[in-house]
Every structure is written in C-alpha cells, then in structure tokens.
C-alpha cells in the first residue's frame, strides 16, 4: 500500500482482556518496528523485525506482550491480560532496510484504552 | 546506553516568531540524528536528518545542525506558521546499528494566529 496502515484506530478494553494489534507495512519495506506512546512519554521500543532474521524482542515490557510478523508483510501484536498500565497509543513503522540512516514511515497508531 | 534529551515542552509561540526546540544526546561514536513530527491524529513523518558531524539537515524551513562538540541537534525555524503546531521528536541510530531508533519525550508546538 501507499503507507504504513494500521488496525484498529482506537480499542477500548476491560482490564484482563486480550487484544490484537495489526499493522500492514509498506509493501516491499523488510524491517517492521513496534513502539508504544504513552501520555506525556516519548516513544518507547518495543520489537523490530528485519527479514528473516529472528526478531529483536528486547522492549517488550512483560511477557504478557508478544508480536509476529507472517510471510514477511503483515504484524500483530497481542497483549494478553491487558492492565490499565498498558494504554497507549500503540505505532508501527516500516523501512525498506533496517537501522543506518533509513527512514522509518510510521502508521497513525492504534490507541489502546483499558479500563 | 544510548539517550536523546528534549527542551520540555509545551512551546507556545505566535506567527512568525522564531523557533529553538534543544536536543541533546548520548551515544558511542557517530549516530545518525533525526527529527519527526506529529501533527494532530496523523503518524509520525520525518522531518529532516543529518548523518555525520557538522551535516545540516533542513525541510520546510525547518534546519538543524549536527554538532558533535557539543553532542547536540537543535531545531530551528525562523518564522513559523500556525500550521506547524505538531509534537516533534528528536532521534538517534546509533552508528553501524542494524537497530532501532531511540526517541526523545518529544516537545508539544502549539502557534497561534
């Protein structure tokens, strides 16, 4: 596609609920980032996904976060057992490589409210 | 590790006012430095970059300079415009990185007529 889309645009949950996240990247782009935007924080890293290499996982927050990226296009993240900690507005990125001075193109985020 | 430092925001200027929006960082060697910006309900967008000491990176009457000597990346704009209210965040890869990018907190811009 012409961006970086993401699924839904908004969910409102109740605490203990799972959730799913989606986010379809540029076509072509093989690095795919997930960061979360908390109120008054800045962005914070949670996974990045270049290729077939195995996934850098170091900014999930608990084991409760988890995320996968199929045929190489497509990714979800799932956060189980959602806690009201966990709102945010969830953004995915894409680029045509990964790290050095690639850009990244954003999607406009999923805002995530758990009550 | 690696950090990005911000100017707090929120910054409230009027039209045609000029802009300073700091940022600093710590890192190993030579990072690629970033700014992107927000505007209201869109993703993020990248605004301009600079990947060696002394690059200038500039868009849209945005510029910023990459000083190493004093590990900064300040934001300028000389006249801004209302349509530049956004939220703008300053970023590092570290250098030779296959990596993330490490965000600042990001700075609140609000110009009014």
């Known amino acids: 596609g012409a961006g970086v889309s993401q699924s839904p645009s908004n969910k409102v949950t109740e605490k203990g609920k799972d959730v799913e996240l989606r986010c379809d990247p540029i076509s072509g782009h093989t690095a795919l980032y997930w960061y979360r935007q908390s109120l008054g924080q800045g962005l914070e890293f949670l996974i990045y996904?270049?290729?077939?290499?195995?996934?850098?996982k170091s900014g999930l927050p608990s084991d409760r976060f988890s995320a996968e990226r199929t045929g190489g296009s497509v990714s979800t993240l799932t956060i189980q057992r959602t806690q009201q900690e966990d709102s945010a507005v969830y953004l995915c990125?894409?680029?045509?490589?990964?790290?050095?001075?690639?850009?990244?193109?954003f999607g406009a985020g999923s805002r995530l409210t758990v009550l | 590790g690696d950090s990005v430092t911000q100017m707090e925001g929120p910054v409230t200027l009027s039209e045609e006012a000029f802009l300073t929006i700091n940022c600093t960082y710590t890192a190993t060697g030579y990072p690629s430095l970033f700014w992107y910006v927000q505007y209201p309900g869109e993703g993020l967008q990248l605004l301009l970059k600079a990947t060696k000491a002394d690059d200038k990176g500039s868009n849209k009457g945005f510029e910023a300079t990459y000083r190493k000597e004093t590990t900064s990346f300040h934001l300028e704009k000389g006249s801004v415009q209302v349509s530049d209210s956004a939220v703008y965040f300053c970023?590092?890869?570290?250098?030779?990185?296959?990596?993330?990018?490490?965000f600042g907190s990001g700075t609140q811009l609000t110009v009014l007529p």
């Open positions: 990125a894409s680029s045509s490589r990964g790290g050095g001075a690639n850009v990244l193109t």
């Open positions: 970023a590092l890869i570290p250098s030779g990185s296959a990596r993330q990018l490490t």
């Open positions: 996904f270049q290729g077939n290499s195995a996934p850098d």
